[in-house]
């Protein structure tokens, strides 16, 4: 089954202690994403990849990094978490191959993260 | 920067009757559309997107967009909502590839009234 898991699906941590959330598809996909969905403030896109070793900065990347070391994985990592990155994190992947390339995002079911 | 406007953040509609949900985008520029559905609990997933060609689409369930270039829109409408369409509804815009970015509205949350 195509998909998108994304672990731990819920997490409560405290403020500072390094956590990484994992994300991984199984499409074959080129290009993931990581985006925080907020009350009233929708999705926001954290940081992407285009491919393996390439990564950018969406609208809001600070307090996190990513990594693309291999195709099919792109965990998000909270260095140094604080209270108001609480929020509920999806990573989605879509295919960049010419004549399928059509931006359409294949989500992860979400990671609800408390920082305390 | 492209941006993404949903104007209703809320829309309450009693079971069976039509609904509309609006967005628009800012740039008039080659996009490619997108609405996402997030029902209660679980991830986003593709409800119909715009691409090119005929500008009116339909997703399975009986929802339709039109893609207005002249207007920047692409509003969701259903002629006779079901209990079952409860969910929060977001618009999406890509520059198709430009800047690699997805611009996401910030969502409407559509209630459905029995």
Redesign the interface.
Known sequence: EAQVTQNPRYLITVTGKKLTVTCSQNMNHEYMSWYRQDPGLGLRQIYYSMNVEVTDKGDVPEGYKVSRKEKRNFPLILESPSPNQTSLYFCASSTRLAGEHTDTQYFGPGTRLTVL | AQSVT?LD?QVPVFEEAPVELRCNYSSSVSV?L?W?VQYPN?????LL?Y?SGSTLVESINGFEAEFNKSQTSFHLRKPSVHISDTAEY?C?V?D??RD????????TRLHILP
């Open positions: 949903q953040s490619y997108f996402y679980q991830g986003l997933q593709l997107k691409l977001f999406a890509s198709l590839g690699d970015k997805i611009i996401f509205g910030k969502g």
